[in-house]
């Protein structure tokens, strides 16, 4: 009868292959799954931003007031992967634009997120599907 004492070299690198090939598969699509979860940070500072313009709209009937102040928008997203901005301001319109900054910036398919007064949401950077189903 054989005993076994251990794996030959061949057997270890046929293990560290199939490793290999698993990895250069699955970090890739970590990496695509964590920007696009981070996309949630966007939404967040969009979404508190716009409740602060409508509360402005609400107090002065005007997105920007003549009269009076409203508070300031938040210029970073909750968690800093986003600056948030706005844009074309008036008394009955708003654009408001988060922009990917820091490890955020390799999300290049959504590299900005926008929403207006009309809630109408848009992107760059080339993905359709930025703002989820």
């Not at 698993?22 to 996309?39: D, F, G, H, M, Q």
């Not at 966007?42 to 402005?56: F, G, I, K, P, S």
């Not at 900054?101 to 950077?125: E, F, I």
């Amino acid at each position: 009868m054989k005993s076994w004492k251990g794996f030959t070299l061949i057997e270890l690198m046929i293990v560290v292959a199939i490793i290999a090939v698993l990895s250069a598969i699955a970090y890739p699509a970590y990496t695509k799954y964590v920007l696009r979860s981070r996309r949630s940070d966007a939404y967040a500072a969009l979404n508190q931003a716009q409740t602060v313009m409508e509360r402005c709209y609400a107090q002065y009937f005007s997105y920007k007031p003549t009269t009076g102040s409203c508070p300031a928008i938040s210029t970073t997203s909750p968690e800093h992967y986003y600056s948030v901005a706005a844009s074309n301001v008036t008394a009955t319109t708003y654009t408001l634009t988060a922009t990917a900054v820091g490890p955020q910036a390799a999300d290049t398919g959504c590299a900005t997120l926008s929403v207006d007064q009309a809630g109408n949401k848009t992107s760059t950077g080339g993905s359709t599907d930025c703002w989820g189903s």
